[in-house]
T-cell receptor, first 114, second 115 residues
Framework: GNSVTQMEGPVTLSEEAFLTINCTYT??????LFWYVQYPGEGLQLLLK?????DKGSNKGFEATYRKETTSFHLEKGSVQVSDSAVYFC?????????????FGAGTRLAVHP | GAGVSQSPSNKVTEKGKDVELRCDPI?????LYWYRQSLGQGLEFLIY????????KSGLPSDRFSAERTGGSVSTLTIQRTQQEDSAVYLC?????????????FGPGTRLLVL
């Protein structure tokens, strides 16, 4: 079945450091890929998405490129801020049932220190 | 409304009691999803509604769980005879249509604690 694997956390960085959170997927067909973010005490928010191979999703300085050849969708940011501290979830859209069911990775907690 | 809302935000109940969780999707969104976020299982899909019908209930963990949606809008998730392993955050999401509207917008969740 479809699945998502993302790097375990926590990831601890200093402010202005470069961030990479790895995400790989297993899927039949061509799913859309998403990064959602959950800030402390808040709900899930869509951060970015990509709907086909080689698409790059971007938002708030974060980027991720849909790589079909490596089945990956790694999240990157060039310079993190304390306010980026949150849990990040990689997800794919499983369309096998004729609708979009999200399959999530386990989540990666990011802590950014001043 | 402006976003997906859920109520209550927190619920503490005793083992064996029934609970009802409510979700108000974004106005006009025809697709509605329930997910559960727990420490041991991560984020897992429970059920999907298109309009008032639920073509996929495969994620419901047991027959103690049921859900309905009325008027193509509000949905309630009911857990009967709650167990401690039901403790989790229950998330609702909506999107504007089944396949074309891929982006799901999530509510803040209901945190359920079963004592």
């Amino acid at each position: 079945g479809n699945s998502v694997t993302q790097m375990e956390g926590p990831v601890t960085l200093s402010e202005e450091a470069f961030l990479t959170i790895n995400c790989t997927y297993t899927a039949t067909g061509y799913p859309s890929l998403f990064w959602y973010v959950q800030y402390p005490g808040e709900g899930l928010q869509l951060l970015l998405k990509a709907t086909k191979a080689d698409d790059k999703g971007s938002n708030k300085g974060f980027e991720a490129t849909y790589r079909k050849e490596t089945t990956s969708f790694h999240l990157e940011k060039g310079s993190v801020q304390v306010s980026d501290s949150a849990v990040y979830f990689c997800a794919l859209s499983d369309k096998s049932g004729g609708y979009n069911k999200l399959i999530f990775g386990a989540g990666t907690r990011l802590a950014v220190h001043p | 409304g402006a976003g997906v809302s859920q109520s209550p935000s927190n619920k503490v109940t005793e083992k064996g009691k029934d609970v009802e969780l409510r979700c108000d999707p974004i106005s006009g969104h025809t697709a509605l999803y329930w997910y559960r976020q727990s420490l041991g299982q991560g984020l897992e899909f429970l059920i999907y509604f298109q309009g008032n019908s639920a073509p996929d209930k495969s994620g419901l963990p047991s027959d103690r769980f049921s859900a309905e949606r009325t008027g193509g809008s509000v949905s309630t998730l009911t857990i009967q005879r709650t167990q401690q392993e039901d403790s989790a955050v229950y998330l609702c999401a909506s999107s504007d249509q089944g396949l074309g509207g891929e982006t799901q917008y999530f509510g803040p969740g209901t945190r359920l604690l079963v004592l």
